[in-house]
């Protein structure tokens, strides 16, 4: 059983920054993959960005603003974001895939003002 936890989320205005975090409880260079994933009022959960074996990806929408990266020492994955607009706002959550099984946290919530 995998637990993750995310934190880092907020209020913060057009055009600013924030970072997430994943904690999980396996050591993450043992995950398969790890993923961030948002879901907005009304709209599906989306995909935003993940890390695997094959590298980093990231979806159209927040490419070049977003950046997601594993620290294995803290068993920690971030989500730096840059350049925030409302259209960011969502609640976030980390998604790991581990012995075929796959894990989600409980979210953390985005709110970007104009």
């Known amino acids: 059983q995998v637990q993750l936890t995310e934190s880092g989320g907020g209020l913060v205005q057009s055009g600013g920054s924030l970072r997430l975090s994943c904690g999980t409880s396996?050591?993450?260079?043992?995950?398969?993959?790890m993923g961030w994933y948002r879901e907005a009022p009304g709209k599906e959960r989306e995909w935003v960005a993940s890390s695997t074996g094959s590298g980093l990806m990231y979806s159209d929408s927040v490419k070049g603003r977003f950046s997601i990266s594993r620290d294995n020492a803290k068993r920690t994955v971030y989500l730096q974001m840059n350049g925030l607009t409302p259209e960011d706002t969502a609640t976030y959550y980390c998604?790991?895939?581990?012995?075929?099984?796959?894990?989600w946290g409980q979210g953390t919530q985005v709110t970007v003002s104009s």
């Open positions: 998604r790991a895939i581990w012995g075929g099984t796959e894990y």
């Open positions: 396996e050591s993450a260079a043992v995950l398969n993959m």
